[in-house]
């Protein structure tokens, strides 16, 4: 069972770069199957995917148009975690911030969340 | 981009049937899942590939796609279904997209 563990901080001001961890236990960040992913949720544009990575013999990643100039999405595969930075934020940024796992294969669904970290963009 | 549309509420008496839509330009051709989330939590799958149920999501769950709808219908709802529900989508262009979300009342 895979387990999913976010941490970063709830607060940042605006034109900085947000900076959140998920940590994975029960899979591998480096496995052949499954996709890395971090989604969004606010009240004013629900629930957003912002980006994954991958690993297919070598690293991919793949980013929402919406947030494609400002965002990084890496793994560490020592550390067993995957990482999000959203750079440059403002209010609008603020919003639950959730790490996932796809790992359907073609079906793209996500079978497993981290707790979810509420981040505030406020000076 | 691709839009996925679901009605913001659905009211249901305990023990009756709830169906809750999902439209979506040809969605039938497309996979789709849906996801429980209670307040406070954080989403959980209750229905993917269309009509599969994870294991541990109760045999009152069920879900079909077709033409441009899918419908997740909750059999027998109890007090405990109360909870907000959104559909996704992959879109080859849009990636992964979800509804607006349902909020489901038992009353």
């Known amino acids: 069972q895979v387990q999913l563990q976010q941490s970063g901080p709830g607060l940042v001001k605006p034109s900085q770069t947000l900076s959140l961890t998920c940590a994975v236990s029960?899979?591998?960040?480096?496995?052949?199957?499954?996709?890395w992913i971090w989604i969004r949720q606010s009240p004013s544009r629900g629930l957003e995917w912002l980006g994954r990575?991958?690993?297919?013999?070598?690293?991919?990643?793949e980013y929402a148009v919406s947030v494609k100039s400002r965002i990084v999405i890496n793994a560490d595969t020592s550390k067993n975690h995957f990482s999000l930075q959203l750079k440059s934020v403002t209010p609008e940024d603020t919003a639950v911030y959730y790490c996932?796992?796809?790992?359907?294969?073609?079906?793209?669904?996500?079978?497993?969340w981290g707790q979810g970290t509420l981040v505030t963009v406020s000076s | 981009s691709y839009d996925l549309t679901q009605p913001p509420s659905v009211s249901v008496s305990p023990g009756q049937t709830a169906s809750i839509t999902c439209s979506g330009d040809?969605?039938?051709?497309?996979?789709t899942s849906w996801y429980q989330q209670k307040p406070g939590q954080s989403p959980v799958l209750v229905i993917y590939q269309d009509d599969k149920r994870p294991s541990g999501i109760p045999e009152r769950f069920s879900g079909s796609n077709s033409g441009n709808t899918a419908t997740l219908t909750i059999s027998g709802t109890q007090a405990m279904d109360e909870a907000d529900y959104y559909c996704?989508?992959?879109?080859?262009?849009?990636?992964?997209?979800f509804g607006s979300g349902t909020k489901v009342t038992v009353l």
């Open positions: 029960g899979d591998s960040v480096s496995s052949n199957r499954a996709a």
């Open positions: 040809d969605l039938g051709s497309k996979y």
């Open positions: 990575t991958y690993y297919r013999s070598k690293w991919y990643t």
């Open positions: 996704q989508a992959w879109d080859s262009d849009t990636f992964y997209v």
């Open positions: 996932s796992r796809d790992d359907s294969g073609v079906y793209y669904y996500f079978d497993s």
